[in-house]
Each structure stands twice: as C-alpha cells, then as structure tokens.
C-alpha cells in the first residue's frame, strides 16, 4: 500500500496548518539610496519601483515603511563628493549621516542599518584604499572604522560593513567600544560574493570601479568551504549577525551557515534579482506576487533569519492580501 502523501495538501487550511516556513513582514529590512539636493523623489532606471530620495522627502519614505509594518531600513548614499580616501563617507555632515539623524527625528523607533564601505565615496570606485592600483587591505581598515563610527554618532542602531577586507569587524568592534557605542550591532557582509548580480545597484549608486574589479576582496562564486572560513573570522572578531549575498544564487551557503553556526543570519537579495522578478513580470512570464513570495520564502527556508529586499514594502502588502 503506498502512502498518501496528497492528504495534506487537500485544501488551504490544511496546507496553511502544516506549513514549515512562515513569511512576515518582520523578516525584511528595505534598503534605500539618499541623495544629496531637495525635493528629490526619482525612480532609479536599473530598479524601478526604488527611487533616489532627498533627506528633505525622507517623511513620505518613513511612513510607508512604518505603515508596511516593514522591520527596518538599510541606508545607502550617493555623495555629491568623491576623492581617493572617501572622505564623504566618514563626514558628519555627509549624506547618509544627515539622513540617519533625519529618519531618527521622525521616527526614533524605527530600526536603522547604515552600510559601511567606501565605493560610493572614492573617485576609484573601490571599496578601500588604493596604492599603486592595488587596494590596500590595512590602509583601509582606519577609515572604514571612521565610516562606522560617524554613523553611530548619527544615530544607527546597527552597521553593516560590506567592503570584504580582512579584520574590518574587529577594528570597526573596536573603534564602537572605544567611544561608548556599545549597544551599535555589526551586521558583517560576511560571505559577500564577486556576482554579476550587482550590475543594477552599481547603476543606482554610482559605485562602478574606474578600474579592475573586486575579485581581489569579494569572494569567488565558486567557493563554499571559503564563505565558512570568512564568517567564522567575523564571528570570532564580534559580528552580532553575518551576512550572505547574494541570497536565491547562493541558497546552498545560507543553509551551510545555519547548519554551522548558532547565529543570527541575514541574506541579501540583491539588486540582479530585484531586476530579473521585475522584468520578467512585466513581460507577462510571470506572476510578480507569487513569484517574489516564492523566491523570498526559499531565502527564509534556506536559514535566513533577516531578508534584504528592495521587495520588502510590497511582500508586506502582498501578505496582507493572503492572509
């Protein structure tokens, strides 16, 4: 007699009742990009439906996100001045900054990630210090720490530094704990892949290098065993969560995360993704709905505990519907 597997899928209630994986909207965290100007609220050509915002518009923002009931907001921005040290990123009055003290003034309950690199800052587009056209690994370290530090002055609950060089967790620990941030997490983009999946958010950012790559500090797509390695040393150095990316490529290493290590585990579904849900829906191939629920919830399945996802305000919505 063979079983009957079909019992339990016979109806919604029963499939609702048996259900492994739950989304919310407690699982995501949007980023969003701050630019310098006024009055600024334009759709970013590479990810629609995601805009460039002006601190000045940042209310409208706020409020959908509260509304979305949506967990927190990552903060990247877009300076007006770039030079070879980044030094807009470590500004006080710099962009993200002002935008994290904006979004604190008008809701000082909502969650706030700021992301620590430099690419967007440097006239190089690389995410630490050049010298001779090689990115300088130490050199780097004492400004990312200074990027980190400026942005817990602003007011961040939580930094996530994403430039992939070795010791960054440490020193940024470090520098937190020295100057009374003890209670600012570290989010550490811990296993952050050298993907092709970036192309969209580059656009937006205007972080694409002036030359070479980031093969020499993001990780090559073909290594597992390697992510495992770099997320031990951020743990070891005081990450509070680590960090994969992207998420639906590298589904395998989120679940050999969650299997390793009792830790938090956040996974970002990246700009590439974003675009290819997107497009592929507005052609009709498609559903937008089902296929982006679909997606995130094997990101959710896989051991990810938060989701970084430009979808976050209309998975929540979306929810909504079918609850």
């Known amino acids: 007699m063979y079983k009957r597997h079909r019992r339990l899928r016979e109806n919604a209630a029963i499939r609702s009742l048996i259900r492994e994986t739950i989304l919310n909207p ?4 949007l980023p969003i990009f701050v630019v310098e100007g006024e009055n600024i609220k334009k759709e970013i050509p590479s990810l629609k439906g995601q805009y460039h915002w002006s601190v000045d518009r940042l209310h409208e923002l706020v409020a959908e996100v509260k509304e979305a009931k949506v967990n927190g907001i990552m903060v990247f921005g877009l300076p007006d001045h770039k030079d070879d040290i980044g030094s807009s990123a470590f500004d006080e009055k710099g962009i993200v ?21 430099m690419c967007q800052y440097t006239s190089h587009g690389h995410c630490g210090i050049v010298i ?8 780097s370290l004492k400004y990312i720490a200074q990027v980190a530090l400026s942005h817990a002055k602003a007011g961040a609950d939580m930094v996530a530094p994403s430039d992939m060089m070795d010791g960054r967790v440490r020193v940024i620990r470090e520098i937190l704990d020295k100057n009374n941030f003890h209670h600012v997490s570290i989010m550490s983009y811990s296993a952050k892949y050298s993907s092709a999946m970036y192309g969209p958010f580059r ?31 951020d743990i070891e150095e005081g990450a509070d969560i680590v960090m994969v990316k992207p998420a639906i490529f590298y589904l395998d290493i989120i679940r050999a995360t969650n299997d390793r290590y009792n830790m938090p585990i956040a996974a970002y579904n990246v700009s590439g993704e974003y675009a290819m849900l997107k497009t592929a829906a507005e052609h009709g191939l498609i559903d937008e709905r089902n ?6 919830t094997s990101i959710k399945r896989a051991g990810a505990d938060i989701i970084m996802t430009y979808f976050a305000l209309d998975a929540c919505k979306w929810l909504r519907e079918i609850q």
């Open 291 to 296: 296929g982006v629920l679909e997606m995130l």
């Open 26 to 29: 407690s699982d995501f965290i």
């Open 132 to 139: 001779n056209e090689k990115i300088h690994n130490d050199d």
């Open 97 to 117: 900054q002002r935008a994290v003290s904006k979004i604190k003034e008008l809701e000082k309950d909502m969650f706030v990630v700021t992301d620590v690199c």
């Open 203 to 233: 656009a937006a950012a205007h972080s694409t290098p002036q030359f070479g790559d980031r093969k020499t500090y993001q990780m090559d797509p073909a290594n597992s065993k390697e992510a495992l390695r770099e997320i031990e040393s």
